[in-house]
């Protein structure tokens, strides 16, 4: 998955996820441009979202 800035996440200017929250839903294009969802991943079982603050990519 492609990686998002704060300006664009869609829960920008909500109050932040706190550790084991549930993540709201959401979709972003993978690196071939098709539209994943988190949705999609978790009907296959449990999944860990990982972010990293200030990674230079």
């Known amino acids: 998955m ?3 800035n704060a300006q664009q996440s869609p829960v920008s ?3 932040p ?3 084991g929250m549930k993540a ?3 979709v972003l294009n993978d ?3 098709a539209k994943r969802s ?6 296959k079982g449990l999944v860990a ?3 990293c603050r ?3 990519w």
């Open 17 to 19: 996820l706190k550790v």
């Open 13 to 15: 200017g909500t109050h």
């Open 54 to 56: 200030s990674a230079d």
């Open 49 to 51: 979202l990982v972010f």
């Open 31 to 33: 690196e071939a441009g």
């Open 38 to 43: 988190l949705d999609e991943f978790t009907e």
């Open 2 to 4: 492609r990686l998002i």
């Open 24 to 26: 709201p839903s959401f």
